[in-house]
């Protein structure tokens, strides 16, 4: 698929089949505090941005105000019952992939919480690496031919192998530069905030400023301007990638 935009930036976006990690971001909402912290480090771990809540009324209200790629949601959180979270979510028109975890075993709490709209259900105690496991699944399911390969100007970036060649030769970056340039190309031919960048590269508990983001930019911007692409910083606005004049 071709997109151009006004101007004369183009970007062509190719689909293939995969899972980019790097802008998944999952909400968990686990009031046990030991538990939540195993998860969230495996999951971080395996590249995956983790928010952390300890209430359904929490839960409910992060859902509200973000967008996620997953939902990891124990059922018998306070202030508001798992189950209201699920029916709140859904009765939204929400599709976000929502993984179930509880201590209630019983057949009818399992069909509940996949009437409520459920896509997956682990009962506690569990294994992390089927947790891992059953994460990739959903979120695969939910990607699928959602992968894409960016290309601006001799630039190409594969989203699924997360790789970035110029005229067909490797281009060495960071794991957070490859981040920036993740969204700054999807958003080619807009001016990405640095607010924007932000939201979509960490955690809410990750102590990351705007300057960090800057530092990132600028040497981003050293290593693509020799390859005829330049990242300009729009006053007061943000960042626009583009290829050079």
């Not at 599709?95 to 975890?101: A, E, G, T």
């Amino acid at each position: 698929m071709l997109l151009t935009r006004p101007g004369s930036t183009r970007i062509s976006i190719n689909t293939t089949e995969g899972i980019n990690k790097t802008f998944m971001r999952v909400l968990l909402a686990e009031d046990d505090e030991v538990l939540s912290d195993g998860i969230s480090k495996v999951l971080r771990q395996c590249g995956y941005a983790v928010d952390r809540v300890d209430s359904g009324l929490d839960a409910d209200l992060a859902l509200t105000g973000t967008t996620f790629d997953l939902l990891i949601l124990d059922l018998g959180l306070p202030k508001l019952d798992g189950l209201q979270v699920l029916q709140r979510l859904r009765s939204r028109g929400d599709h976000l992939p929502v993984l179930i975890l509880t201590a209630r075993d019983s057949l009818h709490d399992r069909v509940a919480g996949l009437d409520y709209g459920a896509d997956d259900y682990m009962t506690k105690p569990f294994d992390l690496p089927e947790l891992e496991a059953r994460v990739r699944a959903l979120l695969r399911r939910s990607q699928v031919g959602a992968a894409m390969e960016l290309v601006l100007g001799p630039l190409k970036f594969d989203t699924t192998g997360m790789r970035v060649t110029v005229n067909g030769q490797p281009l060495e970056l960071s794991a957070k530069e490859i981040a920036v340039l993740e969204v700054l190309l999807k958003r080619a031919g807009r001016v990405v905030s640095k607010e924007y960048l932000l939201e979509h590269m960490y955690g809410w508990d990750e102590d990351v400023s705007h300057n960090a983001i800057e530092v990132n930019v600028h040497r981003l911007r050293k290593k693509l301007e020799p390859e005829g692409l330049t990242i300009r910083a729009i006053r007061g606005l943000g960042y626009l990638i583009e290829t050079q004049a």
